[in-house]
């Protein structure tokens, strides 16, 4: 038996050597971007490369990152790419990709305690309040994503709002009056899932009607609020989107700020991408009444262009916050002195305990780079859709299919010779053949009942041409289908 066994390296020069490579290697990866395709398809071989049995021997780590260089680096879902606008997905930043070495390095654990790194996650949730508006004090919490952020979210929502204790008695009670949820028609996926996940059913959820630019009809969201209440039910709360993620659209926040207020109703705002736009001066006027939410989520991973996964959930009453979630264990026992000084801050606002040091890369870019340059950075992005959508409205044979609100252009190809129903299986045919063609990766969505081309801007890597390849390349793929007698 080798004794002192430990994992690391043996020859730690050798493994210098190596992360020096890896370091060149991604930054030759970055600098060559442009010039390689958006997306390719893995071939087979890969795939089954990919498959192998559980590694019992070492392969050892000069193996194994030729196998990533060779097998995952060049097949991904293309989200790092300047022409990568499919779904909402940001780009990556080189310098948080260092962060996020130094955070895996430094191995920090977040639960809470009064250690920097604690301290930092505290500064960055308190200058992302500030840039939200919302009062000093107010708490809050880094998380995977806008699908956690909202669960959390609408967890505190539903103790703080429940008029009994939800913690204790859990909904099992039958002479509780049910609990209701409204959010409009175009309200993300991760409310459903939060719904059922939280106990409060899916039946609970009023999915209100949206208007021409996809906002929620508020006199229908009131007379659904008095009808509920007529039934003995209680309303907790009301979803707000700032950005859509079918068209960016921006609900009328002010509008439902009154609701909530005048209701008694907790009001949680989904700015998943959108609320960022509160960060330029430009832009900020589009999210107003943002400022006037109990909690919000945030997604950094997408209009912050932070490397996944990264996301905030801010919540204005901190006492409100900590009551959802705070728990007491002798284990994690508060000393005076030592590692156990502080609370667990950060356990005691979420559900897990176990946390990684994710606010590292926010806090180095946004020092690094200022507010201000992800204010210009967002700002280029709603040019470009608005320049896209103006090249699409110059094109006779593409249609523009809603409102651009923000940074968000849905479109199709629909050349007059193209009879309405043939429409969606010749764009989705386009959309996979421009997929595969490498040249730009959009995704798509249904926009009534029509299939639109999506185009999701969240990527300071994009320029102007690439836009115009876009076009052009949809222009080239459509008209090929039309002249191949495309048959639906
Ligand atoms: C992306 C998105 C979400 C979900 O966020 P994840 O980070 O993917 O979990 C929720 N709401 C909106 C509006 C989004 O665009």
């Not at 795939?47 to 991904?76: A, M, S, T």
Request: overall charge negative.
């Amino acid at each position: 038996m080798e004794k002192n066994l430990t994992l690391d390296p043996q020859n730690w020069d050798a493994l210098r050597s190596l992360g020096h490579r890896m370091l060149d290697e991604m930054f030759d990866q970055f600098i060559h971007l442009k010039e390689k395709p958006a997306w390719q398809q893995m071939p087979p071989e890969v795939q089954k490369q990919l498959h192998e049995p559980l590694p019992i021997q070492p392969q050892g780590e000069e193996q194994v990152w030729r196998e990533f260089v060779n097998n995952v680096l060049p097949y991904p879902n293309g989200s790092w790419h300047p022409r990568f606008w499919g779904w909402v997905q940001g780009t990556g930043v080189p310098f948080a990709m260092l962060a996020d070495m130094l955070a895996s390095g430094l191995n920090a654990h977040m639960a809470g305690f009064n250690h920097a790194p604690a301290v930092v996650e505290l500064q960055v949730i308190a200058w992302l309040a500030e840039l939200m508006g919302l009062p000093s004090g107010s708490s809050g919490l880094l998380c995977s994503g806008g699908t956690m952020a909202g669960v959390l979210g609408l967890a505190v929502a539903r103790n703080a709002q429940a008029g009994f204790d939800v913690r204790e008695n859990g909904l099992h009670s039958r002479e509780q009056p049910r609990l209701m949820v409204y959010g409009s028609t175009e309200t993300h996926g991760w409310a459903k899932k939060a719904l059922e996940l939280l106990g409060l059913g899916r039946r609970n959820y009023r999915a209100i009607p949206v208007d021409s630019q996809y906002q929620i009809q508020i006199p229908l969201l009131q007379e659904s609020i008095a009808a509920d209440r007529k039934l003995g039910h209680r309303p907790i709360c009301i979803i707000g989107t700032a950005g859509t993620v079918n068209t960016a659209a921006i609900d009328n926040l002010n509008g439902l700020a009154d609701v909530c207020e005048r209701e008694k109703i907790w009001f949680h705002i989904d700015g998943a991408f959108g609320a960022l736009a509160r960060i330029s001066d430009k832009l900020r006027s589009r999210v107003a009444g943002l400022e006037r939410c109990d909690s919000i989520s945030i997604d950094l991973h997408k209009w912050m262009y932070l490397p996944f996964e990264v996301a905030c959930l801010l919540v204005r009453d901190a006492e409100l916050h900590k009551a959802a979630f705070s728990s007491s264990a002798s284990y994690l026992a508060e000393f005076d002195r030592g590692v156990s000084v502080g609370r667990m801050t950060f356990a005691d606002r979420g559900i897990e305990l176990t946390r990684g040091f994710k606010a590292l890369k926010v806090w180095m870019c946004l020092k690094a780079y200022g507010v201000e340059k992800f204010a210009r950075l967002i700002e280029q992005n709603v040019d470009q859709a608005n320049y896209l959508a103006d090249r699409v409205q110059c094109e006779p044979e593409l249609e523009l299919l809603a409102p651009v609100s923000l940074n968000i252009v849905c479109f199709r190809f629909a050349p007059s010779v193209m009879p309405e129903e043939k429409r969606n299986a010749l764009n989705r045919e386009l959309l996979m053949r421009l997929q595969e063609s490498g040249v730009a990766i959009p995704s798509s969505t249904q926009i009534g009942d029509k299939f639109a081309i999506r185009t999701a801007i969240v990527n300071h890597r994009s320029r102007i041409e690439d836009f115009d390849l876009l076009i052009d390349t949809i222009l080239k793929i459509g008209r090929e289908l039309i002249t191949e007698g495309f048959k639906a």
